[in-house]
């Protein structure tokens, strides 16, 4: 008996010839193809084997595999570069993969205004050295740049490190083009920023992780390219004190672009890790690193270096260190960045990404170090987070067991929950968040979800079974 499962199903074989006629040969990946690409996600999540891949050129191509696999009812897994962290895109049983990375290029660039128009599968690292070939910039960064699509960061309304300046990757998109399940194309590649005729459809496809419908393309807004950069990594007395050097930052650095705390167990636990000398004589509760962007490398660093003198003076923070070079800025990003040597170190572990208020966040972060400390003893227990925008990072681990890390989701969840936050700040839902989406929204919410499902796939046919609680 033949192990390509098209071979025994003709109904499946009889999709797969039809999707060959639309996509060619090398369109549709199957028997050993299959095997030997990577199909499933960062997560460490479940991913079952995919029937077959499907790899279409262009927009057309999405639009006709998607119109026959509603014909067919055939599930598919969107896959953009498979650096999702919570399993959205691993292929379940049964379902068919279909991958961007060959619509890759971009299309149109206006130099004068400052847009360009890309295809889904473009990576992010490419898309941002073409921003800066061109004289402008794509703000939106993050760790795994060099293989994320910015499909895939459309899909998760991607975050990041400079939130604070230039908000998510919503307010990077002018417009999208979207193929829906039943093979429409619809083409809202606006370049304005203004448009308000009628409903703005493309909002329904920003951070709906591949639920109603592919995107194919993006109209995006670039950015004056900064020419100077300032970072500085600071210690600090206490939250409040972190929370008032945020405001002093805000008003009085208008290039202010992040604003990252780290509590110090992350902080040294970090330092261990990447076996780094502490940058300071003592140690402290809390450090922020604060980076500006700008246009005037010496007015930048006059104003930093002014900033900071001020508020040492008035003791909200206790020492810092200010690079004075390209090569120490980077030293100092790596502090911030060396969560992937931690992760390596705790696993298995779990990473939280949720969301809390300003006004919230120091008692929350206390309860929770209190609570996890004495509640789960046998595990670290580390706190960062991007605290310009309310984003809380927590690693936890090493675990014994899943029992146990399910223990703690709860755990968590309930502390998010009771103080009105959020379950997910950047990374999405996917499979690993799905069972706890009512911490986070209502069942009227949940409810309007899984209507707006049912009407731009009423099939079933994209990413089943994720984001939306059975
Ligand atoms: C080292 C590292 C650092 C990271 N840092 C950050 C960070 O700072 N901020 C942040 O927000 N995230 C971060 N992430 C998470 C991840 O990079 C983002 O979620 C990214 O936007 C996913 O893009 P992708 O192309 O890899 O998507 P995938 O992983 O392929 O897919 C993610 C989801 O989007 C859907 N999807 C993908 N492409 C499309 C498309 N064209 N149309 C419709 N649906 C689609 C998939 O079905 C899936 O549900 C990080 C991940 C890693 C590994």
């Not at 959205?88 to 360009?116: F, K, Q, Y």
Request: hydrophobic share 40%.
């Amino acid at each position: 008996m033949s192990d390509r499962p098209e071979m025994q199903d003709p109904q499946l074989s009889s999709l797969l010839a039809a999707l060959g006629r639309e996509l060619g040969e090398s369109g549709v990946l199957t028997g050993t193809a299959v095997t030997e690409r990577q199909t499933a996600d960062w997560s460490g999540t479940a991913a079952a084997q995919p029937l077959a891949i499907l790899l279409p050129r262009t927009p057309a191509e999405v639009a006709a595999a998607l119109r026959l696999c509603s014909e067919y009812r055939q599930p598919l897994s969107i896959q953009g570069g498979l650096t999702g962290l919570t399993g959205g895109a691993n292929p379940h049983e049964g379902e068919l993969v279909l991958s961007l990375s060959r619509l890759n290029r971009i299309e149109e660039m206006d130099p004068l205004g400052g847009t360009l128009v890309a295809q889904a599968g473009v990576t992010l690292e490419a898309l941002q050295a073409f921003a800066t070939e061109q004289g402008w910039f794509f703000p939106v960064d993050l760790g795994a740049r060099g293989s994320c699509q910015i499909g895939g960061n459309a899909a998760t309304n991607a975050g990041g490190n400079r939130v604070l300046r230039y908000g998510m990757m919503r307010q990077s998109i002018l417009g999208l083009e979207v193929a829906l399940p039943d093979g429409t194309l619809l083409t809202m590649l606006d370049r304005v920023i203004k448009n308000n005729a009628g409903y703005d459809l493309k909002q329904y496809f920003i951070g709906t992780e591949g639920s109603l419908g592919v995107i194919t393309r993006l109209a995006l807004k670039l950015e004056p390219q900064p020419s100077a950069s300032c970072t500085v990594l600071c210690a600090l007395p206490d939250f409040r004190a972190a929370a008032e050097l945020l405001r002093e930052a805000r008003r009085q650095l208008p290039d202010l672009s992040a604003f990252e705390l780290m509590w110090d167990d992350y902080f040294e636990a970090c330092l261990l890790a990447l076996k780094r000398q502490p940058p300071f004589r003592n140690a402290y509760p809390l450090y922020a690193l604060v980076e500006t962007l700008g246009g005037d490398e010496q007015a930048g660093q006059r104003a930093i270096e002014d900033f900071f003198e001020q508020m040492m003076t008035q003791g909200l923070v206790c020492d810092a260190v200010i690079a004075n070079s390209l090569e120490q800025a980077g030293q100092l990003w790596d502090l911030r960045d060396g969560v992937s040597e931690l992760l390596a170190q705790m696993k298995p572990c779990i990473a939280f990404d949720v969301s809390v208020a300003m006004p919230h966040m120091d008692d929350f972060v206390a309860y929770l170090r209190r609570g996890l400390a004495s509640d789960f003893p046998d595990q670290r227990h580390l706190f960062f987070g991007h605290l310009g925008d309310g984003n809380l990072h927590l690693v936890c681990g090493p675990f014994p067991d899943e029992a146990r890390i399910e223990a703690i989701e709860h755990y968590v969840y309930q502390a998010v929950s009771d103080v009105g936050g959020s379950i997910s700040a950047e990374h999405g839902i996917g499979m690993m968040k799905k069972a706890f989406l009512h911490y986070s929204r209502d069942p009227a919410e949940i409810a309007v979800m899984r209507r707006l499902k049912q009407t731009f796939d009423p099939h079933g046919i994209l990413n089943p079974g994720r984001l939306i609680p059975d």
